[in-house]
């Protein structure tokens, strides 16, 4: 109780106010203050919780538009992935026949080794949501814990993506560049920015070449795992995308 009211009446007589009039307004007066601030703290609390929905709801809908592309995005990868397994099974497949006459079909596919592919992904909306912490005030726990899961595919999948280009740099390239000739193997996109020509690769220290056959069992075994997280990521995504719009009803 307001201690000035408390002084008030204390100090008050009552000779002076016979009918309790004064008294009578001056509860009244500190009702109707208490009213208004609880009215004000409720009507503020509302709002509050309006703002935060709105918030939530544009956040969410960040993170769909993220969503979208991404599955686009994901399943062209696993396509890549099935090419580059195809390419390499065959890679390996023509050198443990020791067939010089399928050293066409070689060059054909060996040029896979010779180029990193792009299996990175990233959702910045919705890393910054993770790192926020909001995901554990989320109300539903199925969403949460999907939330959760793709913070570990994608760390997967990076660290995975991270790994073939230090691969590339590290082991494939020195071996590539001492013995085939990179025009040659390069894509006829990649030709135009090439001059095509030069020294021919050596292709006859393929089949004796332990350290190449181990890079390509390597590289097919890289794709295969990378096939099978990719395949997760991609259902785990479209999983997200229908718990999402669902929270903001879209």
Same mark, same amino acid.
């Given at each position: 109780?307001?201690?000035? *009211?408390?002084? %008030?009446?204390?100090?008050?007589?009552?000779?002076?106010?016979?009918?309790?009039?004064?008294?009578?307004?001056?509860?009244?007066?500190?009702?109707?203050?208490?009213?208004?601030?609880?009215?004000?703290?409720?009507?503020?609390?509302?709002? %509050?919780?309006?703002?935060?929905?709105?918030?939530? %709801?544009?956040? *969410?809908?960040?993170?769909?538009?993220?969503?979208?592309?991404?599955?686009?995005?994901?399943?062209?990868?696993?396509?890549?992935?099935?090419?580059?397994?195809?390419?390499?099974?065959?890679?390996?497949?023509?050198?443990?026949?020791?067939?010089?006459?399928?050293?066409?079909?070689?060059?054909?596919?060996?040029?896979?080794?010779?180029?990193?592919?792009?299996?990175?992904?990233? *959702?910045?909306?919705?890393?910054?949501?993770?790192?926020?912490?909001?995901?554990?005030?989320?109300?539903?726990?199925?969403?949460?814990?999907? *939330?959760?899961?793709?913070?570990?595919?994608?760390?997967?999948?990076?660290?995975?993506?991270?790994?073939?280009?230090?691969?590339?740099?590290?082991?494939?390239?020195?071996?590539?560049?001492?013995?085939?000739?990179?025009?040659?193997?390069?894509?006829?996109?990649?030709?135009?920015?090439?001059?095509?020509?030069?020294?021919?690769?050596?292709?006859?220290?393929?089949?004796?070449?332990?350290?190449?056959?181990?890079?390509?069992?390597?590289?097919?075994?890289?794709?295969?795992?990378?096939?099978?997280?990719?395949?997760?990521?991609?259902?785990?995504?479209?999983?997200?995308?229908?718990?999402?719009?669902?929270?903001?009803?879209?």
């Amino acid at each position: 109780m307001d201690k000035k *009211f408390v002084k %008030q009446i204390v100090d008050y007589k009552i000779n002076e106010d016979k009918s309790g009039k004064v008294l009578k307004n001056r509860l009244v007066e500190i009702i109707l203050v208490k009213v208004g601030i609880l009215l004000a703290l409720a009507i503020y609390g509302i709002y %509050q919780d309006y703002k935060e929905k709105k918030q939530m %709801q544009a956040t *969410f809908l960040s993170m769909h538009k993220e969503i979208v592309p991404a599955i686009e995005l994901g399943s062209d990868k696993l396509k890549q992935d099935k090419k580059l397994i195809l390419d390499f099974k065959t890679c390996l497949q023509i050198i443990n026949t020791k067939n010089k006459d399928s050293i066409k079909f070689l060059k054909q596919n060996i040029g896979s080794l010779v180029r990193v592919r792009n299996q990175e992904f990233s *959702f910045p909306a919705i890393e910054d949501y993770i790192n926020s912490g909001k995901v554990a005030k989320l109300k539903n726990r199925e969403t949460a814990k999907l *939330f959760r899961k793709m913070q570990f595919e994608l760390k997967v999948l990076n660290a995975k993506h991270l790994y073939n280009i230090n691969e590339y740099q590290l082991i494939i390239a020195p071996l590539t560049n001492k013995y085939f000739n990179y025009s040659q193997l390069a894509t006829s996109e990649q030709q135009k920015n090439l001059v095509v020509g030069g020294p021919e690769s050596n292709f006859d220290m393929v089949f004796n070449n332990l350290e190449l056959w181990n890079i390509l069992n390597q590289k097919l075994e890289n794709y295969n795992y990378q096939k099978t997280h990719v395949t997760k990521f991609i259902k785990l995504l479209e999983e997200l995308d229908q718990a999402i719009k669902k929270e903001i009803n879209l």
